[in-house]
């Protein structure tokens, strides 16, 4: 029998050292397992778990008020008795006095990978029993994308990534692959449901042992895969849209973009064309102009042109470029582009976008409908787009703007939370920290005690997939993997689903939430809706039993290469888009009727709200992109990620003429700072990154120290915007932010705390 851990970022085998110490081994059959993983088992074990249930003080002593003291009162042991008490009596007070409207359950996060365990479903499932709750729409990954996407292609955001053209059909026809946001290989170790096999890596040597051409359009020359030889160019972050717009220019003055291809599906070109020729008031978007904006050579802007007219291209665009002021723009303009070559449709090229972003795109998988947990329906209507949450705790009532509905912020009154962390995920932190003292009551179930439990009033503490069965059902992952408890919960945690079920007893419906069904049962309901599902694809699954003894599954390859949009292709009238048109949509006369400033009707150049191009007080573009060595915030007390940090704080690459200028030098702690906050970090100088930005990963864990208003560790997002990518995604801009940076001087530099546990009883 073999006994498999299910995570996001891979399957691996555990099994107990000789003093019953639970480890971790990689899975032979991943030929690209993740480093950081490994570590789980040790941070399963840490003295940063929560050991049993908590409540903050000052919340105890001043019940329903708030009093300012989140994220600084110490914390009281509690039972599991209490804490269920105490929860249930404020989640009733508040649906009865205020209405279920003023509980915020969004709870947005990552969690773990497991089907039945996933924290959201638990969270969905508990609260539409309760009455309903106001929730939250789209993703941090790609909240401009999704709202964009159905505009212009007619296709949401999830069947576009599972449509995307395989690696496979890439390498036998495509010559150039341009690569906005380059495809760094870290960010394929992970996939949101769980990954059995890393397959990402391969995908790329494919196509560059079949002679691919690759082109790095980034600030960062890690951002290609060494092995790709790639050309680097070099360009201000939150530019790529006049880049674009530079080589339409190009095309379109030397004729020689693809008129047919724009003609049989596309509709608007000519308004756009207009644009781009300096015909609508404003500038013509000529490689000078780009050249300007960008700082690309007019040269390199040139050759660039060449390349894409001379070969079949696929234009790239990682998820980053649109996580940005109007990021919108880069993937309308990236489509753009694409229609005008004319490959769209065909395995020779096209467009993609986040090749390499997650490990599943690309890959040759068939999607399975498998089925999750049964949530039932949320009877309240309120909402906010992901990214909003301060907005709407600072402002509630007030009317915002979204994808062309004018929308207002719920009342919040109580937050619970299971399975992210906002002090990880959110921008602004220090806006967030005071916004989050206005709620009456917090609750959340974390695992360790990291800034999102330090910051809440009762605190479940919850387990990990080590202590606990599960099934690993992704549906863009064609490995399932039985995950099998490992070790019993740590001192006094509990699964989700246990939590929910002490809650749903005190609170009268513990029978409609379980069902009367246990772990084990629920994980084979699973599995058999699943499998009956799965009929409609012609396969079939073996027993139950026969999985869980082998302890993983996998799908057969499909027996046909996905080709993006290939229908559309070969009969436009017969396969119409979802859009108004049916066509791929230049000019959208949908977003135009919006009348928005910042959204106009077909892609433009929007100057960012700070960029390289206009710098008052602060001149270092900073990049918050996904860290190597752990997932988001996850596993920052894993050893992987401790051994990366340096002086303890985590790393901030800086250029050698940057760090120059500033007498910095390897290994220094240094202070980045803005108007919104300041962060310390340790100076790691390389010329992958290019002269006047900055890369500080994002997830290490947020240390306020609220005195002295300096984080003590390196979380980027007390540097970061919270404003929406426009009035149209409302999507967040964590990549649009500038800094300065300095050598910390001694009264600046305080211990990292976090990692020290508040459990001293
Ligand atoms: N500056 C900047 N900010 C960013 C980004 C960026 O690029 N730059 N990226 C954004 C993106 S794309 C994303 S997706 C978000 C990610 O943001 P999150 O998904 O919120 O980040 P995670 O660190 O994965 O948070 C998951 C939390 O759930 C807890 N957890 C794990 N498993 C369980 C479980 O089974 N039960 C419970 N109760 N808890 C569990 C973990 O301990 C952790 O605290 O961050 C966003 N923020
Ligand atoms: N190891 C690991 N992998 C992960 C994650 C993780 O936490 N750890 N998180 C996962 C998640 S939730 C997501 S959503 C994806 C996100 O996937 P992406 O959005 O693709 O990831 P990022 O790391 O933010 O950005 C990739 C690169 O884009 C470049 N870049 C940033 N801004 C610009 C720009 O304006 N122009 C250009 N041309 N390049 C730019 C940066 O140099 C950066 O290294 O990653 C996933 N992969
Ligand atoms: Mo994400």
Same mark, same amino acid.
């Given at each position: 029998?073999?006994?498999?851990?299910?995570?996001?970022?891979?399957?691996?085998?555990?099994?107990?050292?000789?003093?019953?110490?639970?480890?971790?081994?990689?899975?032979?059959?991943?030929?690209?397992?993740? $480093?950081?993983?490994?570590?789980?088992?040790?941070?399963?074990?840490?003295? #940063?778990?929560?050991?049993?249930?908590?409540?903050?003080?000052?919340?105890?002593?001043?019940?329903?008020?708030?009093?300012?003291?989140?994220?600084?009162?110490?914390?009281?042991?509690?039972?599991?008795?209490?804490?269920?008490?105490?929860?249930?009596?404020?989640? @009733?007070?508040?649906?009865?006095?205020?209405?279920?409207?003023?509980?915020?359950?969004?709870?947005?996060?990552?969690?773990?990978?497991?089907?039945?365990?996933?924290?959201?479903?638990?969270?969905?499932?508990? !609260?539409?029993?309760?009455?309903?709750?106001?929730?939250?729409?789209?993703? =941090?990954?790609?909240?401009?994308?999704?709202? @964009?996407?159905?505009?212009?292609?007619?296709?949401?955001?999830?069947?576009?990534?599972?449509?995307?053209?395989?690696?496979?059909?890439?390498?036998?026809?495509?010559?150039?692959?341009?690569?906005?946001?380059?495809?760094?290989?870290?960010?394929? $170790?992970?996939?949101?449901?769980?990954?059995?096999?890393?397959?990402?890596?391969?995908?790329?040597?494919?196509?560059?042992?079949?002679?691919?051409?690759?082109? %790095?359009?980034?600030?960062?020359?890690?951002?290609?895969?060494?092995?790709?030889?790639?050309?680097?160019?070099?360009?201000?972050?939150?530019?790529?849209?006049?880049?674009?717009?530079?080589?339409? !220019?190009?095309?379109?003055?030397?004729?020689?973009?693809?008129?047919?291809?724009?003609?049989?599906?596309?509709?608007?070109?000519?308004?756009?064309?207009?644009?781009?020729?300096?015909?609508?008031?404003? *500038?013509?978007?000529?490689?000078?102009?780009?050249?300007?904006?960008?700082?690309?050579?007019?040269?390199?802007?040139?050759?660039?042109?060449?390349?894409?007219?001379?070969?079949?291209?696929? &234009?790239?665009?990682?998820?980053?470029?649109?996580?940005?002021?109007?990021?919108?723009?880069? @993937?309308?303009?990236?489509?753009? #582009?694409?229609?005008?070559?004319?490959?769209?449709?065909?395995?020779?090229?096209?467009?993609?976008?986040?090749?390499?972003?997650?490990?599943?795109?690309?890959?040759?998988?068939?999607?399975?409908?498998?089925?999750?947990?049964?949530?039932?329906?949320?009877?309240?209507?309120?909402?906010?787009?992901?990214?909003?949450?301060?907005?709407?705790?600072?402002?509630?009532?007030?009317?915002?703007? =979204?994808?062309? *509905?004018?929308?207002?912020?719920?009342?919040?009154?109580?937050? =619970?939370?299971?399975?992210?962390?906002?002090?990880?995920?959110?921008?602004?932190?220090?806006?967030?920290?005071?916004?989050?003292?206005?709620?009456?009551?917090?609750?959340?179930?974390?695992?360790?005690?990291?800034?999102?439990?330090?910051?809440?009033?009762?605190?479940?503490?919850? %387990?990990?997939?080590?202590?606990?069965?599960? @099934?690993?059902?992704?549906?863009?992952?064609?490995?399932?993997?039985?995950?099998?408890?490992?070790?019993?919960?740590?001192?006094?945690?509990?699964?989700?689903?246990?939590?929910?079920?002490?809650?749903?007893?005190?609170?009268?419906?513990?029978?409609?939430?379980?069902?009367?069904?246990?772990?084990?049962?629920?994980?084979?309901?699973?599995?058999?809706?699943?499998?009956?599902?799965?009929?409609?694809?012609?396969?079939?699954?073996?027993?139950?039993?026969?999985?869980?003894?082998?302890?993983?599954?996998?799908?057969?390859?499909?027996?046909?290469?996905?080709?993006?949009?290939?229908?559309?292709?070969?009969?436009?009238?017969? !396969?119409?888009?979802?859009?108004?048109?049916?066509?791929?949509?230049?000019?959208?006369?949908?977003?135009?009727?919006? *009348?928005?400033?910042?959204?106009?009707?077909?892609?433009?150049?929007?100057?960012?709200?700070?960029?390289?191009?206009?710098?008052?007080?602060?001149?270092?573009?900073?990049?918050?992109?996904?860290?190597?060595?752990?997932?988001?915030?996850?596993?920052?007390?894993?050893?992987?990620?401790?051994?990366? $940090? &340096?002086?303890?704080?985590?790393?901030?690459?800086?250029?050698?003429?940057?760090?120059?200028?500033?007498?910095?030098?390897?290994?220094?702690?240094?202070?980045?700072?803005?108007?919104?906050?300041?962060?310390?970090?340790?100076?790691?100088?390389?010329?992958?990154?290019?002269?006047?930005?900055?890369?500080?990963?994002?997830?290490?864990?947020?240390?306020?120290?609220?005195?002295?208003?300096?984080?003590?560790?390196?979380?980027?997002?007390? #540097?970061?915007?919270?404003?929406?990518?426009?009035?149209?995604?409302?999507?967040?801009?964590?990549?649009?932010?500038?800094?300065?940076?300095?050598?910390?001087?001694?009264?600046?530099?305080?211990?990292?705390?976090?990692?020290?546990?508040?459990?001293?009883?």
């Amino acid at each position: 029998m073999s006994s498999f851990v299910s995570t996001h970022w891979g399957t691996y085998r555990f099994s107990e050292d000789a003093n019953k110490k639970i480890k971790l081994a990689n899975w032979n059959l991943d030929s690209s397992p993740t $480093k950081f993983g490994l570590g789980l088992a040790d941070a399963a074990n840490d003295s #940063l778990r929560i050991t049993q249930p908590f409540v903050r003080k000052g919340w105890l002593e001043n019940k329903g008020k708030s009093d300012g003291k989140r994220g600084k009162d110490d914390f009281i042991p509690i039972s599991w008795d209490k804490a269920f008490e105490l929860a249930s009596e404020e989640l @009733l007070k508040t649906k009865n006095t205020y209405s279920n409207s003023a509980i915020f359950a969004g709870s947005y996060g990552w969690a773990s990978a497991g089907r039945f365990h996933h924290a959201k479903s638990q969270v969905n499932r508990f !609260f539409n029993l309760f009455g309903g709750f106001s929730s939250s729409f789209q993703s =941090y990954s790609y909240a401009a994308a999704q709202t @964009l996407l159905p505009h212009i292609i007619g296709a949401d955001l999830y069947s576009t990534l599972e449509d995307h053209t395989t690696w496979n059909a890439l390498s036998s026809d495509c010559e150039l692959v341009l690569m906005f946001g380059g495809m760094p290989l870290k960010n394929s $170790k992970v996939s949101a449901g769980g990954v059995g096999k890393h397959t990402t890596e391969l995908g790329i040597k494919k196509c560059f042992d079949n002679g691919v051409e690759f082109v %790095n359009i980034s600030p960062l020359i890690a951002d290609s895969p060494d092995f790709l030889n790639a050309k680097q160019v070099q360009i201000r972050p939150n530019t790529d849209t006049a880049l674009m717009l530079s080589l339409a !220019f190009i095309l379109i003055k030397n004729d020689s973009y693809n008129k047919d291809f724009i003609r049989d599906y596309t509709v608007g070109f000519d308004s756009f064309a207009d644009y781009v020729l300096g015909k609508k008031d404003s *500038q013509e978007c000529s490689p000078e102009w780009a050249s300007s904006i960008t700082s690309i050579p007019v040269k390199t802007i040139y050759e660039l042109a060449d390349l894409i007219i001379t070969k079949k291209t696929m &234009i790239s665009i990682s998820w980053s470029l649109q996580r940005a002021s109007r990021g919108e723009q880069p @993937l309308w303009m990236g489509i753009t #582009l694409a229609a005008m070559l004319g490959q769209i449709g065909t395995a020779s090229g096209g467009f993609g976008f986040g090749y390499s972003s997650v490990n599943s795109t690309g890959d040759s998988f068939q999607r399975m409908p498998w089925k999750s947990l049964p949530q039932g329906t949320n009877k309240v209507k309120d909402f906010i787009p992901v990214a909003r949450i301060t907005d709407m705790l600072e402002s509630p009532g007030e009317e915002f703007d =979204y994808d062309g *509905q004018k929308l207002k912020y719920p009342d919040i009154k109580l937050i =619970y939370w299971a399975g992210g962390n906002p002090f990880h995920h959110h921008q602004d932190l220090n806006r967030l920290v005071k916004a989050w003292q206005k709620p009456n009551t917090i609750i959340v179930n974390e695992i360790w005690w990291n800034p999102q439990a330090r910051h809440a009033d009762i605190i479940f503490p919850a %387990n990990t997939a080590l202590e606990r069965n599960d @099934l690993m059902l992704n549906p863009r992952d064609p490995t399932i993997v039985a995950n099998k408890c490992a070790m019993q919960s740590f001192k006094d945690s509990k699964t989700d689903f246990e939590i929910f079920s002490g809650l749903a007893k005190k609170l009268g419906f513990l029978d409609s939430f379980t069902e009367n069904k246990s772990e084990m049962d629920w994980i084979q309901y699973i599995w058999e809706k699943s499998s009956e599902a799965i009929k409609e694809k012609n396969l079939t699954l073996p027993s139950f039993e026969e999985f869980w003894e082998k302890g993983f599954y996998e799908l057969p390859a499909p027996k046909i290469e996905n080709i993006m949009l290939s229908d559309f292709r070969k009969d436009p009238n017969k !396969f119409p888009l979802k859009t108004p048109s049916g066509k791929i949509e230049i000019s959208s006369k949908t977003i135009e009727s919006f *009348q928005l400033k910042d959204c106009l009707s077909h892609p433009h150049w929007f100057e960012p709200y700070e960029w390289l191009g206009n710098i008052k007080n602060y001149s270092l573009h900073l990049i918050s992109s996904q860290p190597k060595h752990r997932l988001h915030s996850q596993l920052d007390n894993g050893l992987d990620s401790q051994n990366s $940090k &340096i002086n303890g704080r985590e790393p901030v690459l800086i250029n050698s003429n940057d760090a120059l200028n500033r007498d910095i030098e390897n290994g220094d702690i240094v202070l980045l700072y803005n108007a919104r906050g300041k962060v310390l970090a340790g100076a790691k100088i390389s010329d992958n990154v290019m002269p006047g930005v900055v890369v500080l990963s994002t997830g290490a864990w947020f240390d306020p120290d609220y005195d002295l208003n300096i984080e003590r560790h390196g979380n980027p997002n007390v #540097l970061t915007k919270d404003i929406g990518t426009s009035s149209l995604g409302q999507g967040p801009t964590c990549h649009t932010t500038l800094v300065e940076l300095k050598k910390a001087n001694k009264e600046e530099i305080m211990d990292v705390n976090i990692f020290k546990s508040p459990e001293k009883f």
